[in-house]
T-cell receptor, first 113, second 113 residues
């Protein structure tokens, strides 16, 4: 069964802290995405990748880095976390790009104090 | 950047009635339009999608209409049940052939018994 697994599911850090969110998909999908979800804004794309070693910038990339180490693994890095980055983060994957609906992971709730 | 406008943001209907959610997009080259349902504490899940070569699609009590001339698409839920209560998101591909989806800001649907 197709799956996207995120870890951790919950994370609390302090302002200025260093956070890494992990995502693994076992669907042989080429595309992987990081979104953040905030009330009133829907789902906003942070970064995405279409293959190992590839990284593309989304709509709200400031303050975030990402790395795609393998076809399966995509990481989101917050090197100096700020309270404005408190949010619900979703990883997603799809076989192809914008003409296929991404499959979402379970989400990571991040609080930056 | 390009946006997808989704209305209404809050929708309350009586059980057994219909619910309609409307979205508009900016780029006439957009060619793929998925709809997601998100229940509390869960991830968004694809419920129906439509491509630009269609004007109407129906599945299991859901109807999607696409008006390319008006750059508008809509979701209609017939015979609503309490289990339909959730957040709904529309999305549109950024442009023809693009990898990226742009999401609306969501509609919180409540079906009242």
């Amino acid at each position: 069964e197709a799956a996207v697994t995120q870890s951790p599911r919950n994370k609390v850090t302090v302002t200025g802290g260093n956070v890494t969110l992990s995502c693994r998909q076992t669907n042989s999908h080429n595309y992987m995405y990081w979104y953040r979800q905030d009330t009133g804004h829907g789902l906003r794309l942070i970064h995405y990748s279409y293959g190992a070693g590839n990284l593309q910038i989304g709509d709200v990339p400031d303050g975030y880095k990402a790395t795609r180490t393998t076809q399966e693994d995509f990481f989101l890095l917050l090197e100096l976390a700020s309270p404005s980055q408190t949010s619900l983060y979703f990883c997603a994957s799809s076989k192809t790009g914008g003409n296929q609906a991404p499959l979402f992971g379970e989400g990571t709730r991040l609080s930056v104090l | 950047g390009e946006q997808v406008e989704q209305l209404p943001s809050i929708l309350r209907v009586q059980e057994g009635s219909s619910a309609s959610i409307n979205c508009t997009y900016e780029n006439s080259a957009s060619n793929y339009f998925p709809w997601y349902k998100q229940e509390p504490g869960e991830n968004p899940k694809l419920i129906i999608d439509i491509r630009s070569n269609m004007e109407r699609k129906q599945t299991q009590g859901l109807i999607v209409l696409l008006d390319k001339k008006a750059k508008r698409f809509s979701l209609h839920i017939t015979d609503t049940q309490p289990g339909d209560s959730a957040m709904y998101f529309c999305a549109a591909s950024l442009s023809s052939g693009s990898w990226q989806l742009i999401f609306g800001s969501g509609t919180q649907l409540t079906v009242m018994p």
